[in-house]
């Protein structure tokens, strides 16, 4: 009998090509500025890629060991404690991976089976729902409230039963720019507290911060911590996200059932990338990035004073949302194409974050960027 590709069931049949692969191809396509994926156009340090360079000549360059190299994990730990007042134990409760959207996967594939249910806060990013569905769970939606993108803690309560086995958080978050707040870990734990939920806090933002906040992460509080897989990224913390490095933290236990899945999915991470890291991290620079983003934020909104795109500032992470409200009543998608081809600025639709579209009129700028880049792009966006 021929094999017949069309007969083919496929295990993500909703899954198309992703808007941030799509709309940065727009982006070269039409030469246009893209501030739609979320990555830096500047350098990453010099220092650091002498590091690397220097481990490849002094050939390390076979496989790392699979849960990380020792003195990385170990710097982790030291990290975690001063800025968290967290310890984790370096061997058996970190593990360095390849970024964290494969600590992302690896964590819900380690803990959801077929029929369990995962909490998603929408808008999400857009690697979680596929990887809760290739593990046979189903997610379970809870809208974000608009227009500040806060947490409806009753709407939550109402979707947790007892197939419920994992909640997914993201702070600083995702599109939106917003930050959790302690009042929001405090209402998690209640809700979490005498259950089997696990939960995957996605932290991959720590470092950007605006404005005097403080980053709430699930370390701060134990109860919370003892169920936690908590995810971070060197990549946006260093700005070389196309190294694809992350790593994840999670008690013994967890972290057990993490590194059974780790195994087959990688094995191990880049090994001289790695102890380049253990060594740059000893300058603790990851403490400038406050301040760094910050007047990357404002300079951007700055130039954007006097446009016709109305925006509250974002509280964290490298996204700025941008409300169209005011210049046209197009689906978000369609002016997002639009401002792409017809003014040179690529961008995301805040409604592709959603398993149901929900078309607020918004757009998610990226502003990593040297200030000459968010220069030509502002002047471009004020053309609109």
């Not at 490095?245 to 057990?256: R, S, T, V």
Request: charged fraction near 20%; charge should be neutral; include cysteine.
């Amino acid at each position: 009998m021929p094999f017949y590709p069309n007969l083919i069931k496929s295990k993500l049949p909703k899954a198309g090509t992703t808007i941030f692969t799509v709309m940065s191809a727009l982006a070269s396509e039409q030469k246009a500025i893209n501030l739609s994926q979320g990555f830096p156009n500047f350098e990453a340090s010099e220092e650091l890629i002498s590091l690397v360079y220097q481990y490849m000549k002094k050939g390390f360059n076979q496989y790392a060991p699979m849960q990380g190299i020792l003195p990385l994990r170990e710097r982790i730990a030291e990290k975690t404690e001063s800025l968290y007042g967290a310890q984790y134990n370096p061997d058996t409760e970190i593990t360095i991976t390849s970024g964290g959207t494969q600590a992302i996967y690896t964590a819900i594939t380690a803990m959801v089976r077929e029929g369990d249910e995962v909490v998603v806060l929408e808008p999400a990013y857009d690697s979680y729902v596929p990887a809760i569905e290739l593990a046979g769970g189903v997610p379970v939606y809870v809208a974000l409230k608009f227009p500040d993108y806060t947490i409806d803690w009753n709407a939550v309560k109402k979707v947790i039963s007892q197939r419920t086995k994992m909640i997914l958080i993201n702070t600083p978050h995702n599109p939106s720019g917003t930050v959790w707040t302690q009042k929001d870990m405090q209402e998690l734990e209640k809700i979490t507290s005498h259950s089997e939920i696990t939960i995957v806090s996605d932290e991959v933002y720590e470092h950007i911060l605006f404005d005097g906040l403080r980053h709430e992460s699930v370390m701060r509080y134990p109860k919370l911590a003892e169920r936690s897989f908590v995810v971070f990224s060197f990549g946006k913390t260093y700005h070389t996200t196309g190294w694809k490095m992350g790593y994840c933290l999670a008690p013994e236990k967890l972290m057990m059932e993490f590194r059974r899945v780790h195994q087959f999915v990688v094995f191990s991470s880049n090994t001289p990338i790695q102890y380049a890291l253990a060594d740059f991290m000893e300058n603790k620079n990851y403490l400038e990035l406050p301040q760094f983003y910050q007047e990357k934020r404002d300079y951007f909104l700055r130039l954007l004073a006097g446009s016709k795109f109305k925006f509250k500032p974002a509280t964290g992470s490298y996204f700025q949302l941008l409300d169209y409200s005011a210049i046209t009543r197009e689906k978000d998608t369609d002016f997002a194409v639009r401002l792409t081809k017809q003014f040179k600025v690529a961008s995301i639709p805040i409604s592709s974050f959603y398993h149901e579209p929900i078309d607020n009129k918004l757009l998610r700028f990226c502003f990593a960027k040297t200030n000459e880049t968010l220069e030509m792009a502002a002047e471009r966006l004020q053309k609109v």
